[in-house]
């Protein structure tokens, strides 16, 4: 039995988060330039969502720029800008015609004008496919989201539609980018590194974690399998203790 065939059988994690970390340390060890390694990182991109569509996953999220990534040189983030460009126009056909549903979440009133026209018009393609939800957060930060759902709360408190003593923990998630997405079941990041960064800070309360040691670059299919098979060695309590045996 093959790995694919065998977390079928045992189950699989509905919603895969990814941090697509290491493009720059990538392209530095080869002597090339930082632009080289997001461009391939672009393609593992590629490689992960149909990778994803294969082995039949519900949710795809991904953290593609985050709101500290605005600090990078300007150059560097102009050709960030442009390489999204390039993903949105190039990329959505097949993206539609695979029935992948595309959703961006993040402060996208940063963004350039006609990134969010695409955005736009990605997300209104695409909004009744079903095979795979693809979230890509793009100028995200997981406080810079606390803070724009406290103030979507106390704007409503303040106008009368919503009492502050009923405040729940349902409020708070529909007031926040994710609203109606599932929590992430597994978390993955590449490059070494262990730590979230930032990254979907309320979503990940219960995720499982996996780090790799392999630049976002070089991610390939097998890596995402990989992944999901150390996620069902791992037993999930959700802070509840087992009764005794």
Request: aromatic fraction near 8%; proline fraction near 3%.
């Amino acid at each position: 039995m093959d790995s694919t065939q065998a977390w079928i059988e045992r189950g699989r994690p509905a919603h895969v988060a990814i941090i697509m970390d290491g493009n720059g340390r990538w392209a530095r060890s080869r002597g090339l330039p930082r632009s080289a390694g997001h461009s391939r990182g672009a393609e593992a991109l590629r490689r992960a969502v149909r990778a994803a569509l294969e082995l039949g996953l519900d949710c795809l999220t991904v953290f593609a720029f985050s709101s500290e990534n605005w600090y990078r040189p300007a150059r560097e983030v102009d050709g960030l800008m442009g390489l999204l460009r390039h993903y949105l126009k190039g990329e959505i056909g097949e993206l539609h015609g695979n029935g992948v549903r595309l959703r961006f979440i993040g402060a996208r009133e940063r963004l350039p004008a006609d990134i969010i026209s695409l955005i736009d018009e990605s997300e209104a393609r695409t909004r009744d496919n079903g095979q795979l939800t693809l979230v890509v957060a793009l100028s995200y930060g997981g406080r810079q989201e606390f803070v724009a759902a406290a103030r979507r709360l106390a704007a409503a408190a303040a106008a009368g539609r919503l009492d502050p003593d009923k405040i729940d923990e349902d409020q708070v998630a529909a007031a926040l980018f994710t609203a109606g997405l599932p929590d992430p079941d597994l978390v993955i990041r590449t490059s070494g590194e262990r730590r979230i960064s930032n990254f979907l800070l309320w979503q990940t309360a219960y995720s499982e974690l996996v780090f790799l040691d392999k630049f976002w670059p070089d991610f390939d299919k097998s890596d995402l399998e990989a992944a999901i098979l150390e996620y069902q060695k791992r037993q999930r309590r959700y802070g509840v203790l087992e009764e005794a045996g």
